[in-house]
């Protein structure tokens, strides 16, 4: 290990929505740089330029923020390894890259998607894992260099072993093993001149003097090849934590279809931001006095990085339910519950966004919070049998079609809501007002409202995706469950008529 101060990071992609396992990551990374009189360092992992957004980057920092988990370094603050973004750092990658195929640790590929595709379907039908055959790795260097400088289209492979096994001590789990012969030649530069992640992040870690690396365990099958550029380079390796992951409580891995997913889908539906953290704790750490409720402070001040616990963390919506009701109750007074309140929903900036909506429909006052009330709910309590209609087969359809398309909607205002819904009714053949009636209760509760395409933007993306996926449970309850083949068919049928010509 090398000396020096203990430094650590996350580097999230700002490409969608910031993940709850994003927060969960950097409690534990923070906790353990500041237990040992370290620094935190917040990276932004932006090399899918197609998906990453600058938007989704300000949503990973307001997040942390709420969170009230603070960063010593990155992009909004700068520090001494900038930049932070690394779409910023192009040449520094491009000197690395070089540096790797001139030992010998990397080479140019010259095959083009028809090969791959086809060198794939072989080996599946050999039911082998797919697998780079390294084709190109013995190419002559001097023809390589050649058709480069023609123009020829290339990538930038690692060159792997054919034998043995990679061997690397983690933290948590002793010695991982994993055979050579299973790890792929990894691209480490595309087409267009951007690295791919492994490279960006090796080089990152060690330009930045990352000591110790804790992620998340689905990074130990890309181990072996962040091992061998610390070879390539002549680098020494970091320690490697391996946290575990978060899981739904049927076991799988945390995902949206399952369970809210989304940091910002918490603060919008009134969760207090110390009982996330709190709870996060408690999905891999226990205080030695078992204490569950404590504060962030009081975590850093207990951490110990070798009493984290391995078994996959079961996040239970339930439990976090009771937690945060135990701060309501026991931590707050009223008069810093009404501050939370306003600071929430219950404030000038989102009244002033409805009653427009909600004036022309007023006969007294007192009809205002029966007609609005939506927006300062969880869940909502309708008939299931008015929301599947007719036909709920098509019901569930439609919402799990608004879903995909609404999921990677920016921006998400009223305007670009109504595009999507009139968007549906062109490619499903069915009127407006047909369409949107199972909408209306899935996202208001009632069967009349505020105007919907509206009532989504005061609401959020989050509180409104999140509603229509308690449709599709709700409707799944009923019989109308999407899933295996039927969900297969559908999704194929919306790849071809949704998205195929965008």
């Known amino acids: 290990m090398r000396p020096g101060p203990v430094v650590t990071r996350i580097a999230p992609s700002p490409t969608g929505d910031p993940h709850i396992?994003?927060?969960?990551?950097?409690?534990?990374?923070?906790?353990?740089?500041?237990?040992h009189g370290g620094r935190f360092i917040l990276r932004i992992e932006d090399t899918d330029q197609g998906r990453s957004t600058r938007e989704s980057e300000e949503a990973i920092f307001a997040a942390?923020?709420?969170?009230?988990?603070?960063?010593?370094?990155?992009?909004?603050?700068?520090?001494?390894?900038?930049?932070?973004?690394q779409s910023e750092r192009l040449p520094i990658y491009e000197e690395h890259v070089a540096r790797l195929v001139q030992a010998g640790r990397a080479y140019p590929c010259f095959c083009n998607a028809a090969r791959l595709k086809s060198l794939r379907e072989e080996q599946l039908a050999r039911k082998e894992d797919p697998r780079y055959d390294g084709h190109c790795r013995h190419l002559d260097p001097a023809l390589a260099a050649t058709r480069i400088a023609a123009g020829e289209a290339h990538v930038i492979r690692l060159s792997v072993p054919d034998e043995g096994e990679c061997v690397v001590p983690d933290r948590l789990r002793g010695e991982i093993r994993i055979a050579?012969?299973?790890?792929?030649?990894?691209?480490?530069?595309?087409?267009?001149?951007?690295?791919?992640?492994?490279l960006a992040n090796v080089v990152d870690d060690r330009l930045m003097g990352v000591t110790h690396v804790i992620r998340g365990e689905e990074w130990i099958s890309s181990l072996p090849k962040h091992v061998l550029l610390y070879e390539g380079f002549?680098?020494?390796?970091?320690?490697?934590i391996h946290m575990p992951l978060l899981r739904n409580p049927d076991k799988?891995?945390?995902?949206?279809?399952?369970?809210?997913?989304?940091?910002?889908?918490?603060?919008?539906?009134?969760?207090l931001p110390e009982a996330v953290v709190n709870y996060l704790g408690?999905?891999?750490?226990?205080?030695?006095?078992?204490?569950?409720?404590?504060?962030l402070e009081e975590f850093i001040a207990s951490f110990d990085i070798d009493r984290v616990v391995l078994g996959g963390p079961v996040?239970?919506?339930?439990?976090?339910?009771w937690l945060n009701g135990r701060y309501l109750r026991e931590s707050l007074s009223p008069a810093q519950i009404l501050e939370r309140l306003h600071a929430w929903r219950l404030n000038d900036e989102l009244l002033l966004k409805a009653l427009p909506l909600a004036q022309k429909r007023l006969t007294t006052l007192a009809d205002f919070m029966p007609m609005a009330g939506f927006l300062l709910r969880g869940a909502l309590d309708y008939p299931t049998a008015e929301l599947a209609g007719s036909d709920g087969a098509c019901t569930a359809r439609w919402l799990r079609i608004a879903l995909w398309e609404l999921e990677q909607l920016r921006p998400f205002t009223a305007a670009t809501v109504r595009g999507v819904f009139e968007g549906m009714v062109e490619k499903e053949g069915v009127a407006l007002r047909e369409l949107l009636a199972p909408f209306f209760l899935a996202v208001t509760?009632?069967?009349?409202?505020?105007?919907?395409?509206?009532?989504?933007?005061?609401?959020?993306?989050?509180?409104?995706?999140?509603?229509?996926?308690?449709?599709?449970?709700?409707?799944?309850a009923m019989g109308h469950e999407l899933k295996g083949k039927t969900l297969k068919a559908l999704e194929e049928d919306y790849r071809r008529r949704y998205t195929e010509n965008r």
């Open 21 to 35: 396992g994003t927060v969960f990551m950097a409690l534990f990374n923070l906790a353990f740089a500041r237990r």
């Open 64 to 85: 942390l923020t709420w969170a009230g988990i603070p960063w010593d370094e990155g992009p909004d603050k700068g520090g001494p390894h900038g930049p932070y973004r």
């Open 180 to 198: 050579w012969s299973t790890v792929d030649h990894q691209i480490l530069r595309k087409t267009d001149g951007f690295p791919t992640y492994h």
């Open 234 to 240: 002549g680098w020494e390796l970091p320690e490697f």
């Open 252 to 271: 799988s891995k945390l995902s949206k279809r399952k369970n809210p997913t989304s940091v910002t889908w918490y603060r919008e539906a009134g969760y």
């Open 282 to 295: 408690m999905m891999g750490y226990t205080l030695p006095d078992g204490r569950e409720m404590f504060t």
């Open 315 to 321: 996040f239970d919506l339930a439990k976090l339910n």
């Open 445 to 476: 509760g009632a069967k009349v409202s505020l105007p919907l395409f509206d009532s989504c933007e005061l609401l959020g993306a989050d509180v409104t995706r999140r509603r229509l996926h308690e449709g599709l449970e709700r409707l799944a």
